[in-house]
């Protein structure tokens, strides 16, 4: 994909915000957007892009995706799903659907329902999947118990002292059969809404590669960022112009 100078890098055209000129055509931009985090996180991830959308006149939900009642063992990707499809029926269209991450894949699989669809280092589905890093995953992984502040400041290379420590102390466990599942590769349809996949340069989670190959499959707008880690562009020094970013596209006409 063409490359351009600056902080992202995309498909661009003359006039245009780098990164950002592939916006498909829509009767409407979204004036709603469900906000879905990733494993181990929480709405809490979204503080920053909750107040650029706001600043864009788009209502934002970021609620916390729930174990099953059996406990997190027990908890399943459907019941992810579920959740996730329960909030964006909920929405008044036009409504956006956004996700990072296991959040990325859950949104991307119920952008049936949504107006436009924003995924942020998405795990993806079948069959790029199989190219993920692979790891072994317990019942329940202990991000929350085995949270140390040094492995925090590591993950968050490009976060500052503050941004790291709000996220230790805010991380949780995660059900090890939603992680399976997940990387196991999930078969979902191209979206048939705007999609936009915005990728971390330096991200050992998801290869940017596989993102920006995503987005080529899908025919979506690539943004790449210079922000180096997985949580980046969320909770990184540059989150927040990542996400006016963002915003401006979904508010494009």
Known sequence: MPGV??????ADQPGSEPGLSRVPARAAPP??????????GGGWEWELWAAALRAHGIDVRAPDLQPAA???????????????RDWIAAAPRPRALIGASLG?????????????LVVVNPLPPAPW????????????????????????????????????????????DESGAVLRAAHAGLGIAAPACAVLCVASAQD???????TLELA???????????TPSHVGPLLGRDA??????????????
């Open 104 to 116: 990325g894949l859950l949104a991307a699989a119920c952008a049936e329902a949504a107006d436009a």
């Open 70 to 84: 059996a406990g997190l063992a027990a908890t399943t990707l459907d019941d992810y799903l579920d959740q996730v």
């Open 129 to 172: 999947a199989t190219r993920l890093p692979q790891r072994d995953w317990p019942d329940v992984v202990p991000w929350r118990c085995d949270a140390r502040l040094a492995s925090t400041r590591r993950a968050l290379a490009d976060a500052d002292e503050a941004a790291a420590l709000y996220a230790f102390r805010r991380w949780r």
């Open 240 to 253: 927040a112009r990542t996400a006016a970013q963002v915003a401006r596209w979904l508010s494009a006409r």
């Open 204 to 210: 050992e989670d998801v290869p940017p590669a596989l």
């Open 31 to 40: 004036r709603h957007a469900v906000l879905v985090h990733g494993a181990g």
């Open 5 to 10: 100078e600056g902080a992202e890098r995309g």
């Open 216 to 226: 080529q499959a899908w025919g979506a707008t690539p943004l790449q960022t210079l």
